[in-house]
């Protein structure tokens, strides 16, 4: 009788209380990041061919809106996730974050 209600209770805590994993996540500038960090993280990221900074253009899905935090996490992160998604494509001079929860909004998608 007690294998069943142990059996019982292992099958109640894995419906009420689901893991929810992923590997998903951003890199983002940090609020604290200078205007002239910010800047050159753009510049350093928009430098790369793999990092494509149309969207941040005026016009773009993602140049609203129009900030250098705001424009900075979006180069970062297409650099980060353009170049192994490891902890250093982040750095940036420790002016980089990782966030969980997806930053994009409207017509803005950052890229995962």
């Known amino acids: 009788m007690s294998s069943q209600l142990l ?10 209380i ?26 350093y990221a928009c430098s790369f061919n793999n990092v494509d900074c149309r969207p941040i253009q005026p016009g773009g899905s993602c140049y609203e809106p129009n900030t250098l935090l705001d424009h900075a996490s979006y180069a970062m992160n297409f650099y980060y996730q353009n170049n192994g998604r490891i902890d250093s494509a982040c750095s940036f001079g420790r002016t980089g974050c990782f966030i969980l929860n997806d930053p994009s909004h409207g017509s803005c998608v950052y890229y995962t």
């Open 18 to 43: 689901p893991v929810v994993t992923s590997n998903r996540q951003w890199c983002i500038a940090k609020y604290t990041a200078s205007a002239e960090q910010l800047q050159a993280n753009i510049d």
């Open 7 to 16: 059996t019982f209770f292992l099958l109640l805590s894995a419906v009420a």
